[in-house]
Nanobody, 125 residues
Framework: QVQLVESGGGLVQPGGSLRLSCAAS????????VAWFRQAPGKEREGVSC????????HYRDPVKGRFTISRDNSENTVYLQMNNLKPEDAAVYYC??????????????????WGQGTQVTVSS
């Protein structure tokens, strides 16, 4: 049974940092691409970053480039999202999702077959 469990969210001041974790079970993260999405109230879920199965390819959406870093630990079967210099517009529920293939290409929701329950990130002074 495939499961994804996010953790690491919380309340942080603007300019602060958080590291989100996505612990996977039922599959190994070195065989499928994994992405992070976020959804703010009243907005559509949007892709944030993706890492390929071998970790060689990472992709970031423009709003987070230079501030967020996605990584993977095969021994822990976990994908991370390090978020630095957080801004109020980064506040959202963050989800990790398993892609149906090993590479990152697009963030269409239909390309992801398993999702975590989400973790809340609040950026406020």
């Amino acid at each position: 049974q495939v499961q994804l469990v996010e953790s690491g969210g919380g309340l942080v001041q603007p300019g602060g940092s958080l590291r989100l974790s996505c612990a996977a079970s039922g599959f190994t993260v070195d065989r499928y691409a994994v992405a992070w999405f976020r959804q703010a109230p009243g907005k559509e879920r949007e892709g944030v970053s993706c890492i390929s199965s071998n970790g060689a390819i990472t992709h970031y959406r423009d709003p987070v480039k230079g501030r967020f870093t996605i990584s993977r630990d095969n021994s822990e079967n976990t994908v991370y999202l390090q978020m630095n210099n957080l801004k109020p517009e980064d506040a959202a529920v963050y989800y990790c999702a398993k892609r149906t293939v090993y590479f990152c290409a697009e963030y269409a929701l239909s390309q992801f077959d398993h999702w975590g329950q989400g973790t809340q990130v609040t950026v406020s002074s």
